[in-house]
């Protein structure tokens, strides 16, 4: 064990990991995360909090994480590259450490151009490869960027994202291979709505027997309305909605819809439970995070490994 | 070559309220290339600002205004208009405005924006563009730079939303990791981007460092 997380624990004792996303309140309120993360205590393995995701601005991450943390859950902090250079990450890092948080998760960002603040100036120091090598010199050689030495270091489990459905295809697998060797202990991927597209990424992976050096946990969200999976399929970058998905739940009268999005992706995490080297799932119910129990149970997830 | 565009009529009006009398100041440079500031653009806002009630005491197009030595000796022959006028206003580049900045002991407004030339550097239309950063990455890149193209600077790219060749940013751009995959690709070197970039030293490049000393 390189650290105290749960979630490092749960998939290094051979689990099936369920980790859950939290959008953090564009406002001050602490209510809003209590209650999202009573909704998730006792289902998930760890819980995600969002780092300004769309360049919006929202309640910080490590803030955020600590109040879900009072629920006993553990969190993953999120750590963007856009907002902060190298010295703010690394002080960042050094204070979630300090205030009990096992888990990070490196990346990039998405660009302030999508935002709420589109005229602000997007940092972009260094990028979510670099992040993921300073987190993890900082943790196992125990020293700064700069090469300077740390008298105490910060014990973090290192995350990073992937997304299977980006171009060009072919290199995604050898930057999944990039991030591990910089350090990443776990990924978590983009959603997954193409399984067999998924599949054959994994399967590249596991070729380079890739699955063995990191745990790569799935990315699963639920559907709420035919609108929002056109969206996604059309707006948000880096995003592959089949047809068929959108055929499902039109094929169901409109106050079924809902249901059947939450069934679409029970059926899916089924199916990426039998995927050769994926170790969990993350469900990303974003804005609709009190399905997650509900999914988590149908799935047979429930419950969760205490230790 | 430095790209200039107007600023908007209303922030110019802005800038001179509680002034009656101006001066005009054009450059036959970059100004009149960019139709920011040539002769012909000049004789359009005195009549704009003639209308809104000022008086224009006079104007020069002047041919190389960043020459700080023939500006001067240009902007002498005008000297009795330019002392009669509250301010001037300059039509050209940030740096054409500060030469007569320097020149005239008198209050000097931009009349244009600078617009970023992103790194296109020559007066060729084309694609290849350097950002002056100071450290030179195209080692790692197949010779295509991700400081001026990638909007997100990566070093370590492409990010997970570079879709069907486009940037996620703006579909109407390349998303230049795509390219860097493909030329590598094309002459066997992929091996360069499965290597891993380091942080990059920043202090050399003009977004994070001092001012360069060039005199
Ligand atoms: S899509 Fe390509 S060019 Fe655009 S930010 Fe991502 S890596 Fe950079």
Redo the contacts with the bound molecule.
Sequence with gaps: MKTKSNLERVLNAGYFAVTAEVGPPQSADPEVIRKKAKLLSGYVDGFNVTDGQTAVVRMASWAACLIGKEFGLDPIVQMTCRDRNRIALQMDILGIAALGINNVLCLTGD?PKFGNHPHAKGVYDIDSVQLIKIVKDMRDEKKFQNGEPIPYEPRLFIGAAENPFADPFEFRVLRLKKKIEAGADFIQTQIIYNVPKFKEWMKRVCDLGLHEKVKIIAGVSPLKSVGAAKYMKTKIPGMDVPDEIITRLQGVPKDQVPKEGIRICVDIINELKEVKGVAGVHIMAIEWEETVPEIVEAANLYPRPKF | MLISKQKPLEEIMEYIEGEKKVFLVGCKGCAEGWESGGEREILEMKKKLEEKGKIVTGHVVVDMLCDKALSAIKLKNFKKKIDEADSLIVFTDGAGVQVVAELVKKMVHPGCNTISSGGAHAEWKGAERCMECGNCVLEYTGGLCPIA????H?LN???G??QYGK???DETIP????LIYERLKEIGRLDKMEMFVAPKDWSLSLIAGPPVKRF
Excluded: L, M
Aim: aromatic share 6%; hydrophobic share 20%; charged share 15%.
């Design positions: 660009h | 193209r990638c909007s997100k990566i790219g492409p990010c939303g570079s940037c996620e940013v998303c230049v990791w795509h």
